[in-house]
């Protein structure tokens, strides 16, 4: 009997039993006025004017971006009083697909290019968001269509300047290249 259905079967159930959850950084969650200026500093130092990120440099002090990331990992989107616009609720969406891209990027050892890992990267990893694990992929389809249509046609090299955080948001995302 020919059984041509198992191999398949068995690649979808490692596949779906792979995800990574990365830990989330160990400390209490910041406020929302801290969060969004320990943000605000991660993007002023390390990130340049053509959006290109200084991983390095986050990975050697990576207090602001742990900060910002405890805080995506309490809050959620889901939480009506914690986003009282639409535009505050779509900086939340932007800042944590950036932060959590960028912490990703410091969890895997700074790799030299994502092409390797892309799959691992952007569908098993899984970060802390509101309480609930996600990937980045799922996180772009959850941020409304929105967010999915912003990161879909953003540049590649561009940035989302800390100026621009609150209340006005920036259609950018930041890339994962090193300045």
Request: aromatic letters at 10%; one cysteine or more.
């Amino acid at each position: 009997m020919r059984r041509l259905w198992i191999p398949p079967v068995l690649a979808l159930a490692l596949l779906s039993g792979c995800a990574t959850n990365l830990p989330a950084p160990r400390g209490p969650s910041a406020g929302l006025a801290l969060a969004e200026a320990a943000w605000a500093r991660v993007l002023a130092r390390h990130v340049d004017e053509r959006g290109r990120i200084d991983f390095a440099g986050i990975a050697a002090a990576p207090e602001d971006l742990d900060s910002y990331v405890s805080y995506v990992g309490a809050v959620s989107p889901k939480q009506p009083d914690a986003f009282p616009t639409r535009e505050a609720k779509r900086a939340y969406f932007l800042n944590a697909y950036n932060a959590l891209a960028m912490y990703g990027v410091i969890q895997s050892g700074i790799p030299e290019s994502l092409g390797s890992i892309k799959f691992r990267f952007f569908y098993r990893n899984r970060f802390v968001m509101g309480a609930e694990r996600i990937s980045l992929f799922k996180l772009e389809g959850r941020g409304d269509a929105w967010l999915r249509a912003t990161v879909a046609s953003a540049p590649r090299r561009a940035s989302v300047g800390p100026a621009r955080i609150r209340p006005r948001v920036s259609s950018r995302r930041l890339c994962a290249g090193t300045a």
